[in-house]
């Protein structure tokens, strides 16, 4: 089945804790962490996480959108993510090496992730260790932007990457994840799916959860 990640970008931060307990069906909760440098826009930090953690007991997928992510290793892992996702973009190869090698002493499931810009053959010097590559549909940094369908192209390739490396490693996209994109997404080979708008923005979330893993599961 497939894996939905509801993201907390979307939901009312007023009412946190209850926009979580919304998702739950979902097990798997998305975090979106900005710093106003590799992303123009700024969201939230190791507290939040910290206080996300305490709430809930679903799997925390924290998505670093920061420039040099080793800084900030160690604070989102004792904070209580249970995966890290950092960009490739956002260092020199030797510090996002540097970086997995935290989150392996850490005992943090480990993540890359690829801007539409950059091509799936980036992931191939770190692939045999990771467990999920997440692949941009929109270009990083605020929510509810359109699907960029050639970027289909990009989960394709990264598919095939990881059948042949890593069959074990998932594969998350990220932006613009609606109904109709889900099943695309999918069909390329996406198995975890990240939804913000699409999850908070309907009548019932945990509904919109089922719509999405339903739409995933008929590629």
Same mark, same amino acid.
């Given at each position: 089945m497939i894996q939905v990640a509801p993201s907390i970008l979307s939901a009312d931060f007023a009412n946190l804790e209850r926009d979580i307990g919304r998702v739950s069906s979902a097990g798997w909760l998305?975090? /979106?962490v900005m710093d106003g440098i590799f992303v123009p826009n700024i969201s939230i930090g190791v507290p939040v996480v910290r206080s996300v953690r305490s709430c809930t007991d679903l799997f925390l997928d924290v998505h670093l959108m920061i420039e040099k992510p080793e800084r900030y290793i160690d604070? %989102? &892992?004792r904070a209580g993510a249970d995966l890290l996702s950092i960009h *490739? @973009?956002?260092d020199h190869p030797s510090g996002i090496a540097r970086a997995l090698g935290l989150m392996e002493e850490h005992k943090v499931k480990k993540a890359v992730a690829l801007r539409p810009i950059t091509s799936a053959r980036a992931v191939l010097p770190y692939l045999e260790q990771l467990d999920m590559v997440l692949v941009m549909t929109v270009e990083p940094g605020f929510g509810g932007q359109s699907f960029l369908e050639a970027q289909l /192209?990009?989960?394709r390739q990264v598919r095939t990457l990881i059948d042949r490396y890593n069959p074990a490693c998932? *594969? @998350?996209v990220d932006g613009g994840i609606s109904p109709e994109t889900a099943g695309l997404a999918a069909a390329a080979g996406a198995d975890t799916l990240v939804a913000g708008s699409a999850v908070y923005g309907a009548p019932d979330p945990a *509904? &919109?959860?089922a719509r999405l893993q339903a739409?995933? %599961?008929r590629r």
């Open positions: 998305h975090v /979106d604070a %989102f &892992a *490739l @973009e956002a /192209d990009t989960i998932r *594969l @998350e *509904l &919109a959860i739409a995933g %599961f």
